[in-house]
């Protein structure tokens, strides 16, 4: 399971949008540029 898959099912990228005020798209398009700097692979799977 990708990290991306693991946030999704647990309602990761929804709760970070609702604590910055962003939608999900915003918060997993962030993460996507972000993750991968810190050597976390990220697929495209949740940011759709």
């Excluded at 929804?14 to 910055?20: C, F, G, I, K, V």
């Amino acid at each position: 399971m990708q990290i991306d898959e693991l946030l999704a099912r647990m309602g990761g990228l929804q709760s970070m949008a609702r604590e910055l005020g962003m939608t999900e798209q915003q918060v997993a398009s962030g993460a996507g540029a972000l993750l991968p700097a810190a050597g976390i692979r990220w697929t495209t799977s949740c940011a759709a």
